[in-house]
Each structure stands twice: as structure tokens, then as C-alpha cells.
């Protein structure tokens, strides 16, 4: 789970008569991961696509057109069918014909609209200011200007400049000014005022029944455009299923005809390299063997080993025993004249036209020469329940071949961080059935990811609302359902209670102990990675963080010359010896072993220092960063103050709503709602299970008459929504952070490559 599958470089050499039926066959697999051949061998360039490969490019480009015309999606497939080539040369073209045909008339009528509907904007300031057309032009002695402006600004320019006589009609803000004079001196006087000059339209007489005739015409228009598109609806169910199958179809036939763009080919042979699981090369090498037989050789070249740069090689003497024959083994490529020369690279037994051997020489350095990119693609070995987290830490960015693939941590902890800090039955049930909603009715990859993250994210929220004993922030659980099975009251509290504060020191000190923890597994992880380049550097680059990390922590925890608040570890006040974890510790021993200036220095802190020192023998620059193993845990505290922060809006949600009353008991005040009874009847009680009422919070809208239930239900409602909310937003995103940025940070830099097999995965078609 750590690591991803182990990967395996495998070599493919054989005859260029046999190169399509070895493409099928590994195409039919679907594991092969290929390599593209990079131009490095002597003799050898990149294969030419396979006859044909062009022509189903077209159709390919043809059917992605005719189905985004006419906007098909995977919800229209059907059953899957068999798609024939005559089908393809036949059906394609008669429904590329019948769509296309559609598709213009269609274009011609948006257009008519779309000039329609500048024609009606055109016309509506005109019928709005209610002169005839005729009126508004043609003039010889008159000019006339129409447009939206200011009537009051247009008369007052008009009156400040040279213009003697002049009329402004005006309606709403459309303007006509009449004017003798020239029409560049109108246009000259309208400058300075707020006013924009309209075209008059062509037509003579009242603008309304011009008006009329072109809304008549858009109707008809939209009218036409409506029928256009059902006839492409009736296009899109009829052939909706035809079109995703062809496509599939092509997507394939071009996959396989491009394939030997990434081959190394001479005239005569070919050979290509990819990874694949390692588990899975038996299978692979006896499934190609068998569909294409003697004229091909595979081998296992290399076998990637995990460090911290990617990965290592394994060469291993590989038996492929039947038509695969032993390392070293060669292939016949059809070609009459042999070579006398063994043990050579693939391009200088192909070069010459004679045998094609499949072994690949090793380097000086103990590898292999290859044809390309070395870097193996990654499959994250993950099971079933962690899947969804992969979406979350692929974020950052995908793990690389020889790291530490962090997901599992991520599955262990974000769920319980999440879960801590909401801890509520009814939101925990809320949030796995939004969850459940998008795992099962979503389609995207990355949104049922999510989903499958809340469903875990709501199960913790719902376990540590059952041990809190809350359920959207009422105590029912811990006053009904704990009290029934033998129990006072819940196990665990939240703290926001006068009676039960020592629980908020408690989870501020657990925070404290959990982001100890979580670093010094990521700093655990980066250590292992770095042994790979040995033991020192391992040593000086990570152990020496785990050195600082605790060093500073226990002496923080000895209370050595007070370096912690007393409550985190003392007899007398400490949550570990006393109330309400009951653990008997009281603290790590300071070890005092000298003094300087008065300063007693403890053991912790010389196994500090001596972290530090191997910190800048690794690195002097990191030095500067040596407080992050301080700095980082206390980030951690914002779980317990999350925590007690969604309370506390719960609280206050239901407080407006039931009402609070104070009980004082024999160890603080509790709150209590006024669910079955009001707070001001509570208190004229006196008592609640033998214990004084002491003072009424707030009465609560429920017990303040029929408006105040009203206006209440609805603070209930929406409070709770929003606190829902707020959830993902505060403890949600607390929790990537802490993960993303303190626990990543500390091993994890990403990088990886994508497992792309050779194949695909078939939904519309069948080759049977």
C-alpha cells in the first residue's frame, strides 16, 4: 500500500509481417504501458502508421462532429452493438448527410433571427418616442437627430449654441430634436449633453405596426427553429447509440493504426518496449506468444527497484521458455541472410538486414540500453476502501515510482481528524448520505472520489458523535442512550460545558500528541527513502528532525524551567493523572545535567542540539527552518479549537431556539435545553435530577408563542445548515492542510507518471 505496484520493462522484437497481429494481441491485453522510441539507435527510426490510418482519423473527426451537432452524451448509448465496416461507410454517411442538412437550415434560421431581433431592438426606442418614420426624415430645409439621452440637457445645448429655432420631442428617454440648420451644426450643439444618435429605420408610417410585423416574423422564425430542432432530437435518439459505438470503433482502429509511431523499425523488423506489472509479464509473454507465435521475442528487460530518485534496476536471467527462447534468443524477420555476428543491440543485428536478437546490451553503469524515457508510469497499490483518498493526494500531485505513496496515511487520519472535530450524529449520517449521493449517482471520476471521501468523513463524524454523546449539538445521546445501556453519560465530552472544561486542556494536549505523531511519520517515511543513498545522509537529512522533534517535545513535557503550562502533564492540575483521562502521568523527567547562567540544560535539549548539528551538516540553509518541529505541532492545536468552535454555533443554534438553563452540580455548571419543558418553568422547579436550576440562560423562541415558533424553526433549520456547511469549509479544509502542507511537506514531492495502457476499455461496442 506504501508503494506502488512493482514495475517491469519489457521489450517486444519481431518481424515487420507480424507487427499487426502483435499490435492486436497487445492491444486486446491492455497492460502495456509503451514507450516511445526517442531516436537513439543507430539504423532504427520511428514505424509509419499502419494503411488506413488517416481514413479513420477522418470518419473519427466526422463522428466527434455530427455528435457534438447534435449533443450526444453517454446517458444516450443503449445496448452495445456491433459496428461493421460497411456500417461505417453506409450509415455514417447518410447520417453526416441528414445532420449536416439539418445543421445549416438550422444556421440559416438563427441567422434570420438573429437579424429579426436586432431589427426589433432597433425599432422599439421608435415606437416607444410614437412619430411616424416618415416624419423623422427627408427634409431640406430641417434636420432632425434621434437617440436616448437627456431631453432637459439636449434643450439646454441646443440653447447655448448658434441654433436659433429648434422643437425636442421627447418620451421616456428617447429624444427627436428638429432643427434649422445644417446637420453637422446639430451634431456639433448635441457634444456636450447626454445624448446617443439612433438610426432611423426604413418604413414610412407609425413604427408600431412595423413593430407588429417583425414580432409576427420572429415568431414564425422560432416556430420553424423549434421544429428544426426536434428533427435533430429525433437524429440524436435514433442514431445516438450508432454514433458512440462507431466512435469507439475509430478510436481504436486509429490507436492500433498509429501504434508504430512509438516503435523502433527498420524495413524489416520492428521493436517496441513499455512497462507492465511485474506480476502480470508471464501472462503477458504467453498471451502475445500464442496469437502470434514463433516470429516474435519478448524479454523482461529490467525490473524497477523503489529508492528516493525514481527507481534502481534489477536485471534478472529471464526463462521464457517455448517461443520466447532464452535471453539472447533471435527472431527471424523473413530476411534470407544471417548474421554471423551474436550477443549485439537490436540496431546492429537489424541494420544489416539479418537476425533480430532480443537481448538489449548493458550499460557500464549496470542498466540496459533502452529506447526511452526509463522512468517506470505508476499504479497506486491501494485497496478498495482507500481508492477515493488517491483523488485528494493526486491534488498535490501523483506519487512518484520510489516514493511513499501517502494515501493510506491520508485514509488513516483525515477521516478521524475530520470526524474529531465535527462529531455529531446527525451531521456524520448527513454527511455520508451527501457522500453516498455523489459516490453512486455521479459520473466523474474525481466527484465520486469525493463522495467516498465524505462517506468516511461522515461515518467517523457519526462514531464521535455517539461517543460525545451529541446529535445536531443535543445531549440526547448522553442523557437517553448512554444512561440505557448502564452508562452515566457519554465516555467523552467536547468541553464547552463550565462542568466539563478539563476535556478542552484534554483535547488541546491530545492535538498536540497526534501532530507529534503524523510528523514523525512523514519524517519516518523520508528517512527510509533517504537510505537509499545511505545511511549518513539518511541520518543527517531526516533523522535529524525526528531528533529535534522529540528532543523539544520532551523537554516541553518535563516542564523543565517551566518551559509548559503545568496543565499538561502535572499531578495537580494535569489531565493524564487526573479527571478526565485517568492515565497516572505526570510528566517526563527533566534530566537536568548542567547549568549555564542559571539555565539548567536538559538531555532533551542536548538531543535537540545534536539534531540541529546534523541538520547543517546536511543542509546549512535548512537551519533557518529548525522551529518548524515547534511551529508545525502547535498547527496541529487546530483540532481541538475546530472542535470546540462547532460546538459552540450548535450550541448557540439551539439555545436561540429550545432555551438554555444552568444546573449547578457537584463538579461545575451544565447547560441543559428546554426541550420538554421551558427554561423559566425549569427554574421555578428549582431542581433537575436533584441538582439546583440556578438561572435561565435564554428562554428560547419555541416557548415565546406561535410567532416566536415560527421565526425560530426557521433559526433551527438554517443554523444547523449552516454550521453543515461550515463544516467542510473549517474542518474540512483544517484537515487537508494539515495533511497537504504539514505531513506531505515533510517526505512526499510528487511526480509521477500515469499508467496509460495500450488498449482500451470498451462501453458502446462489441467485437464478438
Not at 151 to 166: H, I, M, P, Q, W
Not at 322 to 340: L, N, Y
Not at 664 to 673: C, D, R
Amino acid at each position: 500500500m506504501l508503494r506502488p505496484e512493482r514495475m517491469c520493462r519489457v521489450s517486444v522484437t519481431g518481424s515487420k509481417r507480424v507487427m499487426d497481429d502483435t499490435i492486436e494481441s497487445v492491444h486486446e491485453l491492455d497492460i502495456l504501458h509503451v514507450t516511445e522510441y526517442d531516436g537513439a539507435w543507430d539504423g532504427f527510426e520511428p514505424g509509419d502508421p499502419v494503411e488506413g490510418a488517416d481514413e479513420a482519423s477522418d470518419k473519427l473527426v466526422t463522428v466527434r462532429s455530427l455528435e457534438s451537432i447534435l449533443d450526444v452524451d453517454a446517458e444516450d448509448a443503449g445496448p452495445t452493438q456491433l459496428v461493421t465496416d460497411e456500417a461505417l461507410e453506409e450509415d455514417l454517411e447518410d447520417v453526416r448527410t441528414q445532420v449536416n442538412e439539418l445543421d445549416d437550415r438550422r444556421g440559416d434560421i438563427e441567422d434570420d433571427l438573429r437579424d429579426v431581433r436586432e431589427r426589433i431592438d432597433t425599432m422599439e426606442p421608435f415606437v416607444t418616442l410614437g412619430i411616424d418614420l416618415d416624419l423623422l426624415r427627408g427634409y431640406d430645409s430641417l434636420s432632425v437627430a434621434v437617440g436616448t439621452g437627456d431631453a432637459d440637457e439636449v434643450d439646454a445645448a441646443l440653447a447655448d449654441s448658434d441654433v436659433e429655432t429648434f422643437e425636442v420631442f421627447d418620451e421616456e428617454d428617447v429624444v427627436a430634436v428638429f432643427a434649422r440648420c445644417e446637420d453637422s451644426d446639430l451634431q456639433d450643439a448635441l457634444v456636450g449633453a447626454t445624448f446617443s444618435e439612433l438610426a432611423v429605420p426604413d418604413g414610412d408610417g407609425d413604427p408600431s405596426s412595423y413593430l407588429e410585423e417583425l414580432r409576427h416574423e420572429e415568431q414564425q422564425l422560432e416556430s420553424k427553429l423549434s421544429t428544426v430542432e426536434d428533427e435533430l432530437d429525433d437524429l440524436r435518439l435514433d442514431y445516438a447509440g450508432f454514433l458512440l459505438a462507431a466512435e469507439e470503433k475509430l478510436s481504436i482502429e486509429v490507436q492500433k493504426a498509429e501504434a508504430p509511431l512509438t516503435f523502433a523499425t527498420t524495413e524489416n523488423a520492428f521493436v517496441a518496449e513499455g512497462w507492465i506489472p511485474n506480476e502480470e509479464y508471464e501472462a503477458f509473454e504467453s498471451q502475445v506468444m500464442a496469437d502470434v507465435g514463433e516470429a516474435v521475442a519478448i524479454e523482461k528487460l529490467e525490473v524497477a527497484e523503489y529508492d528516493s530518485d525514481g527507481h534502481a534496476h534489477s536485471h534478472e536471467e529471464v526463462d521464457h521458455g517455448g517461443g520466447g527462447g532464452e535471453v539472447g534468443s533471435e527472431v527471424d524477420t523473413g530476411v534470407t541472410a544471417e548474421s554471423e555476428e551474436e550477443n549485439r543491440e537490436p540496431s546492429e543485428a537489424v541494420a544489416d538486414g539479418g537476425m533480430v536478437s532480443a537481448t538489449a546490451e548493458p550499460r557500464s553503469d549496470g542498466g540496459v540500453v533502452t529506447m526511452g524515457d526509463e522512468d517506470p508510469p505508476v499504479i497506486q497499490d491501494n485497496p478498495g476502501a482507500v481508492k477515493p483518498f488517491e483523488s485528494l493526494v493526486e491534488v498535490v500531485n501523483r506519487p512518484k515510482y520510489g516514493e511513499f505513496d501517502p494515501t493510506v496515511v491520508f485514509f488513516l487520519t483525515f477521516p478521524a481528524f475530520y470526524g474529531f472535530m465535527i462529531g455529531d450524529l446527525g451531521y456524520g449520517i448527513l454527511y455520508f448520505l451527501a457522500g453516498y449521493g455523489l459516490y453512486t449517482q455521479v459520473d466523474s471520476d474525481v466527484l465520486k472520489s469525493l463522495g467516498g471521501v465524505a462517506m468516511w468523513a461522515g461515518g467517523f463524524t457519526a462514531l464521535f458523535g455517539i461517543l460525545y454523546g451529541e446529535v445536531f449539538g443535543l445531549h440526547t445521546i448522553s442523557n437517553v442512550v448512554w444512561p440505557a445501556i448502564g452508562f452515566e453519560e457519554a465516555p467523552i465530552h467536547k468541553g464547552l460545558q463550565p462542568a466539563f472544561g478539563d476535556y478542552a486542556i484534554a483535547w488541546l494536549t491530545i492535538s498536540l500528541l497526534a501532530g507529534m505523531l503524523h510528523l514523525a511519520i512523514g519524517w519516518t517515511f523520508d528517512f527510509v527513502e533517504n537510505l537509499s543513498h545511505g545511511f549518513y545522509d539518511a541520518l543527517t537529512e531526516s533523522g535529524s528532525w525526528l531528533l529535534m522533534l522529540f528532543g523539544l517535545w520532551a523537554w516541553v513535557f518535563s516542564g523543565a524551567n517551566g518551559s509548559a503550562p503545568g496543565f499538561l502533564y502535572t499531578a495537580e492540575e494535569g489531565i493524564f493523572a487526573g479527571h478526565p483521562f485517568a492515565l497516572g502521568f505526570t510528566g517526563l523527567p527533566a534530566i537536568n545535567l548542567f547549568s549555564v547562567g542559571g539555565f539548567p540544560i536538559s538531555a532533551w535539549l542536548l538531543v535537540f542540539a545534536v539534531g540541529l548539528v546534523l541538520l547543517a551538516l546536511a543542509d546549512p540553509i535548512e537551519v533557518v527552518e529548525f522551529l518548524n518541529v515547534f511551529v508545525n505541532v502547535l498547527s496541529y492545536t487546530r483540532l481541538a479549537a475546530v472542535l470546540l468552535a462547532k460546538a459552540g454555533m450548535a450550541f448557540v443554534v439551539n439555545l436561540l431556539f429550545f432555551g438554555v438553563y444552568v444546573v449547578e452540580t457537584g463538579h461545575g455548571a451544565e447547560w441543559h435545553f428546554g426541550i420538554n419543558h421551558s427554561p423559566a418553568h425549569m427554574l421555578e422547579q428549582g431542581t433537575y435530577h436533584g441538582y439546583e436550576v440556578t438561572e435561565v440562560m435564554f428562554g428560547g423562541l419555541m416557548h415565546s408563542g406561535v410567532a416566536g415558533v415560527i421565526g425560530g424553526l426557521l433559526v433551527l433549520v438554517l443554523g444547523h445548515v449552516l454550521v453543515l456547511v461550515l463544516g467542510v469549509t473549517s474542518a474540512g479544509l483544517q484537515g487537508v492542510r494539515l495533511e497537504y502542507v504539514e505531513f506531505f511537506g515533510k517526505f512526499f514531492e510528487g511526480g509521477g507518471k500515469q499508467y496509460t495502457p495500450f488498449g482500451y476499455d470498451r462501453q458502446y461496442t462489441t467485437d464478438d
